[in-house]
């Protein structure tokens, strides 16, 4: 059974720093796309950051320069280092699965909130 | 603003169609890129309801359709159940962002 758990959520403070983990069972990391897609409350869906199975990644402009999107295959493991945190960065954070070579979301993880907040 | 333009929101009885549009560019769906559907219920993670324009996953009605014509996609519901409400995202790939592209979202409302 394909399942994704996130975790490494909470409140922090603006310009603070978090880092969460999605950790995944029922395939391997390496074998698809791996994404952070977040939603604010209230709001849509806004994609995050990709992982590709080849190691190039990607983000989003709102975030770019201050998350990294990292893999640890052996503990089949995505992350998201999140810096220099501000509110608008507030949102349940959803790790996701792209199937190689195709655009969409196949598998979502719960969720993990995260506050931006003094 | 999202760079896919949905409806705020959409209606219908029960056993009514219903159809949500989903508005791109050339950047997007316009280029040729897939559109993808999802389902969220309140306090759960989305979906996918529609993959590659109109493949269904195993489990979803064939009451749920997609089209994609030009820069735009649909989202058909037919033989509205009170159990569809919920709001639907549609999703492409933008070749200028080189990533992941979502529409506003639709609240679907069963009357």
């Known amino acids: 059974e394909v399942q994704l758990v996130e975790s490494g959520g909470g409140l922090v403070q603006p310009g603070g720093s978090l880092r969460l983990s999605c950790e995944v069972s029922g395939f391997t990391v390496t074998s698809h796309y791996m994404n952070w897609v977040r939603q604010a409350p209230g709001k849509g869906l806004e994609w995050v950051s990709i992982?590709?199975?080849?190691?190039?990644?990607n983000y989003a402009d709102s975030v770019k320069g201050r998350f990294t999107i990292s893999r640890d295959s052996y503990k089949n493991t995505v992350f998201l280092q999140m810096d220099s945190l501000r509110a608008e960065d507030t949102a349940m954070y959803y790790c996701?699965?792209?199937?190689?070579?195709?655009?969409?979301?196949?598998?979502w993880g719960q969720g993990t909130p995260v506050t931006v907040s003094s | 603003q999202s760079l896919l333009t949905q409806p705020p929101s959409v209606s219908g009885a029960p056993g009514q169609n219903v159809t949500i549009s989903c508005t791109g560019a050339s950047s997007n769906i316009g280029a040729g890129y897939d559109v993808h559907w999802y389902r969220q219920f309140p306090g759960t993670a989305p979906k996918v309801l529609i993959y590659?324009?109109?493949n269904r996953p195993s489990g979803v009605p064939d009451r749920f359709s997609g089209s994609k014509s030009g820069t735009s996609a649909s989202l058909a519901i037919s033989g509205l159940q009170a159990e569809d409400e919920a709001d639907y995202y549609c999703?492409?790939?933008?070749?200028?962002?080189?990533?992941?592209?979502f529409g506003g979202g639709t609240k679907l409302t069963v009357l």
């Open positions: 996701a699965r792209t199937p190689m070579f195709t655009t969409y979301f196949d598998s």
């Open positions: 590659e324009n109109n």
């Open positions: 999703q492409s790939y933008d070749s200028r962002l080189n990533g992941g592209v």
């Open positions: 992982f590709y199975s080849g190691g190039t990644t």
